[in-house]
């Protein structure tokens, strides 16, 4: 089995995931045992990733509905779950669906039995989802591959939208993953992250127990590698996608778009259709960009070799802003890589292959 960042425990009931605040130096697990616990973790990004955000809320919520199944407290915990994070869709997308299974029963028993029956398919569906984008996007590494024999395919990605924000594969990931099993050579420039550096303690960690050849990259060194012909592809994860491509996800990756269309670099977005938001055509403005505690970009967190330090990097005095996501507009997006085939960022093409879900 690929690894996961979430499991139920051996008592069938306990949900527990793995810590990521503490990774790469520490392997922390922790459960989640109530609402507060799962709200806790998903606010502090304990866990954190569009997917991963949506499965465990979905957890929580059925276990809520087997110690408390009456509508208004199954109501109440919904909203508390998904004002957790705002800008990931997933999120809510999950709550709704564990809630409206739960509801449509008249018993308490039959009630906790669908919430967990729901939060097993929601669970099950982004692990196939996320294993079918790494065969939809693995074409695009391989034509790269066969076009220039003998060097690897050097792919940026920014973040982690790795097995860790997921439930297993990962979604810009995937398609590596792929690609390596299927012995292409592949190289990944990965983004630092900052504020939180999801790339340098997340991403780098797991193409690392994967065997994948990577290089940890500052933020702001993509478009000096892009220029020096130095990056074939860029992939990226996504919060929330548009139903006309717009393209929210953590922040910097609008710069990366930008840096690709100049030097004529694909820049792919790869996602499950959890991650759409049928709601919203023009994402610029629309979607809700989460705004953190100016310390993560004051303090930085590392390892002095025998424990975790924090530290300040400005002046005391220095007020900071922490704005945690962008939006690229579709018309940077080369294309969407989706568990259904590859489309354009556009709403023709994004209708073309989600025509039973995205709104007329
Ligand atoms: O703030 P985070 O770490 O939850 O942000 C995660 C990202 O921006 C990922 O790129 C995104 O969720 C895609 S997950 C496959």
Request: charged share 20%.
């Amino acid at each position: 089995m690929t690894p996961r960042p979430i499991w139920i425990a051996q008592d069938g009931l306990t949900l527990q995931v793995i810590d990521q605040r503490r990774l790469p130096h520490e392997r922390v697990v922790r459960d989640l045992n109530t609402v507060d616990e799962a709200v806790y973790a998903i606010k502090e990004m304990v866990v954190r990733g569009a997917p991963l955000i949506g499965v465990t809320a979905a957890w929580a919520l059925a276990a809520a509905a087997r110690r408390a199944p009456e509508a208004p407290l199954l109501e109440a915990s919904a909203a508390r779950l998904k004002a957790a994070r705002p800008t990931a869709i997933n999120l809510a997308w999950a709550v709704d669906r564990v809630l409206a299974a739960a509801l449509a029963c008249p018993s308490p028993e039959e009630r906790a039995l669908a919430a967990r029956c729901e939060a097993e398919a929601i669970t099950a569906a982004e692990v196939e989802n996320c294993r079918r984008i790494g065969e939809q996007g693995v074409p695009l590494i391989e034509e790269i591959a066969r076009a220039n024999p003998g060097r690897p395919v050097n792919v940026l990605t920014h973040c982690n939208a790795g097995w860790l924000a997921c439930v297993a594969y990962g979604t810009a990931t995937a398609p590596i993953y792929t690609a390596c099993e299927r012995g292409l050579p592949v190289h990944v420039w990965v983004d630092e992250t900052r504020p939180l550096n999801q790339g340098a303690r997340l991403t780098a960690w797991e193409l690392a127990a994967a065997g994948v050849p990577h290089t940890v990259i500052a933020d702001n060194t993509g478009g000096h590698l892009m220029q020096q012909g130095r990056v074939d592809l860029v992939i990226v994860g996504t919060d929330r996608t548009t139903a006309s491509g717009d393209v929210a996800n953590k922040i910097g990756t609008y710069l990366k778009a930008l840096a690709a269309r100049d030097n004529g670099i694909p820049f792919y977005v790869a996602l499950p259709s959890s991650s759409f938001d049928w709601s919203l055509r023009d994402g610029m403005g629309a979607v809700p960009i989460e705004e953190r505690d100016p310390d993560e970009v004051r303090y930085i967190t590392g390892w002095d070799g025998e424990r975790s330090v924090r530290v300040r990097v400005c002046p005391e005095a220095s007020p900071a802003a922490n704005f945690a996501f962008d939006v690229t507009p579709a018309r940077l997006v080369t294309g969407l890589i989706t568990e259904r085939g590859i489309c354009r960022a556009d709403p023709e093409g994004i209708r073309g292959m989600f025509g039973d879900k995205a709104m007329t």
